[in-house]
């Protein structure tokens, strides 16, 4: 399989090791609603998932949940509610929509407050090795140390400084040596959540959250990253800053960056407020076309929120259904190779779902053409469906996979609301 790799810039052999994949996603902070956006991240990445087990590899994948975080603490002032309660409210949303979009579980579901004397440890070995400093109850990493800071997002520092204070950096900060080095530990402000640390209260900065769960749960390499492109820079640059110099190892094989969705004109964010729910459009569509409708656009091209491609959605899981249910004769077989190879190309050739959409689609016509003249098309049916399962379609029930409902409220009642 060939994948486009973020950090080389270029389209890469991807070769599966001990026949496992072990991938990691960036996961909401739960504080809001998902939209399409978020939708169509965790949604390549199920499409990623559930190909790479088609292929009958072994896949350990995790997704975390950043529960302690600025945006939640300051939502929770805002509405007055319990930083840790509005946190399970809004996971417990974005879970109903997972399972809503038939979107396959996460093996581990860790979130930031689960693992905070394993962050305190890095953040402590990160001091001891020379690339992290403490000024008054705060720890920062200093970028200056890791001359390799800026190798994913291709900038220099000039570049990176205007971008990271656009996306929460705070480079009038004191405490800091150089205005882009990041807070890995921040000390307690007035009555902010706190936990203990040899700096003294505090909690973790963003970025090492998703170091410290990723390589603990799934080792000091892992084989796919994925997260919107948004996280590229700063958030991913964080990740590696954090983690090669303490296992002088490569953290990923393969960083892949999913693009935005756009909406009248802009992408689509919370802060233009011009946002498409997960729920609206399921509201609007089955979940087959819902998901034939994501994948119908590639992962790396940004693409516009368009209500007129439903009909398109719908015209192919309808020619599918049809081509799954239509009566198969008895006398010759319709040898289906050269249909499922061309889906495969397509799937291999960087994840492009466009082509392996529109070789289903080639397949389905096929199939009804060998019915129609009296083929065996039963094998055929059966590959088919085995080709559409990767896009989490149900044909025709619109309900989730059990397994997919049954992994989700596992992780789901660690999400119970605070009695
Ligand atoms: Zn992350």
Redesign the pocket.
Known sequence: MQLYNSLSQRIEDFAVVNNTVRIYT?GVTPYDTTHLGHAFTYAVTDVLVRYLEYLGHNIEYVQ?V?DIDDDILRKAGETGENWMELGNRWTTHFIKDMQHMNIRPPDHYPRATDVIPEIVTMVQQLIDGGVAYENNGNVYYSVEAWPEFGNLSHLDHDAMLPIANERGNKPDDTNKKDPLDFVLWQAKVGDEPAWESPWGMGRPGW?I??STMSTMLLGETLDIHV?GGD?QFP??EC?IAQVEPLTGKPFVRVWMHVAMVEHEGEKMSKSLGNLIMMNELLEQVPIDVARIYLAWHHYREAWEYDEVEFKKATQLTEKLHQALTVKSAKSDVFDPTLHIRGFNDAMQNDLDTPAALKALGQFADEILVAAEDGQNVSQAQQELCRCGRVFGMDFGKDNAYPEVVEGWEKHLQRFEPVA
């Open positions: 960036c975390n950043t970025h959250e998703c997260g996280l958030h991913h990740e």
